[in-house]
């Protein structure tokens, strides 16, 4: 009799034990807030914060949102007062100072450079020009033109002072372009500020490049991202068909390709994605998704994966830490290629 009723106590107590253990870990910090879309860096960004309660979920979206716009004004070549807008103007001139934010951009994106082998390169400005203003004519640029171009590329022309914090251009009419890494950055310095404001979990997402981190939201073991299956993809926000659903935790994800930003001369698209060897568009992939511990490391080689092709690209992704690819061919194969860790992240 005393040995069942002290079966019981076990019981309950392991019974209670077990309910503190789901309230304290699992269930703590359950309240989601979804910020829906809204437009930032040319493009649409949402972030869901999960917090122990809503005031902590919309504190750290707000967060999340400022640190965003604040990678924007000083990063965005379209804002002529930006720090980015300065260097592009001065560059050639003098030395130009920039705040901290900007450097470790630059500095990351020289690193991304000398790890690629030069595809990722930020310097890609003139070239990027070059492609805008044969779309407006309507005419592809000349041999002529794209060499012209090609003398003001390379990452080695841009010379860093990291003790003055100053960068300085080693030709003139070289030409500054974060659009492959500044989302990324983005991304990292919201998940950060998250961090701090007590988000016990998140996911942010601009324009289809996303970090998520902790908590998932209640029922769920995994943040659940869906990446564009470029075979079918419209160019309306949302209504393409999905490739595939990633699960992921602690982890981030880009994707690049030709499929969705492209422009269109005499009837032939061009991806905004420049090999700036040849110093014309990237053509081999239709589509390129990276996933990785950061988003800054994920946006930049989804770009340069882009343009080294699948194989030296892939070989790239399979030799680096924590970082997996999902490519896919451009028409007419869209032979779809992953590199041997991926499959653990797909559902
Ligand atoms: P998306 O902007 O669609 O997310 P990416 O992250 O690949 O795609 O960034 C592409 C942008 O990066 C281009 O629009 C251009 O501004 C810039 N870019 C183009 N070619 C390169 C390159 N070889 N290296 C670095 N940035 C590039
Ligand atoms: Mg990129």
């Known amino acids: 009799m005393n040995k069942r009723r002290s079966r019981i106590v076990i019981i309950i107590f392991l019974v209670c034990l077990v309910a503190v253990f789901y309230l304290s870990v699992v269930a703590r910090g359950r309240v989601k807030v979804d910020s829906g879309y809204r437009v930032v860096m040319g493009t649409f960004a949402r972030v869901v914060a999960v917090a ?3 005031n902590k979920a919309r504190n750290s979206i707000q967060a999340a949102f400022a640190e965003i716009e604040k990678v924007d004004e000083l990063m965005s070549d379209y804002k002529s007062d930006s720090e980015i807008s300065q260097i592009n103007r001065d560059g050639f001139k003098r030395a ?3 705040s901290e934010s900007t450097y470790e951009v630059l ?3 020289i690193e991304f450079s000398k790890l690629t082998g030069g595809a990722f390169d930020i310097t890609v400005g003139p070239l990027v020009d070059l492609l805008r203003s044969a779309e407006k004519k309507g005419l592809a640029a000349s041999e002529e033109e794209t060499a012209q171009a090609k003398l003001k590329v390379g990452f080695e022309k841009l010379q860093l002072d990291g003790e003055n914090r100053t960068v300085k251009f080693a030709v003139d009419g070289m030409r500054l372009d974060l659009g492959g890494i500044a989302k990324g950055y983005a991304i990292d310095k919201a998940v950060e500020a998250m961090q701090k404001c007590g988000a016990s979990g998140a996911m942010v997402d601009i324009g289809g490049d996303i970090r998520c981190f902790g908590t998932p939201p209640k029922g769920r073991d995994h943040w659940l991202i869906g990446v564009q299956d470029p075979n079918v993809a419209d160019d309306d926000i949302g209504t393409g068909q999905l490739l595939s659903t ?3 935790t602690n982890a981030a994800v880009a994707t690049s390709g030709g499929y969705r930003r492209f422009v269109l001369i005499d009837g032939k698209k061009y991806s905004h994605i420049i090999d700036t060897n040849r110093g014309s568009s990237a053509s081999e992939l239709a589509s390129v998704t990276i996933i990785s511990k950061d988003a800054i490391s ?4 989804a ?16 030799k680096t830490l924590e970082t997996e690819a999902v490519s896919i061919s451009s028409k007419p194969e869209f032979k779809l290629i992953k590199t041997s860790g991926a499959e653990r992240y797909t559902k």
């Open 52 to 54: 122990k309660n809503s």
């Open 303 to 318: 770009t340069a994966v882009s343009v080294m092709g699948s194989e030296r690209g892939l070989a790239l992704i399979e």
């Open 107 to 109: 500095r990351k994106s």
């Open 246 to 248: 990633l699960k992921l």
């Open 96 to 98: 130009v100072e920039v």
């Open 298 to 301: 994920a946006d930049a080689l």
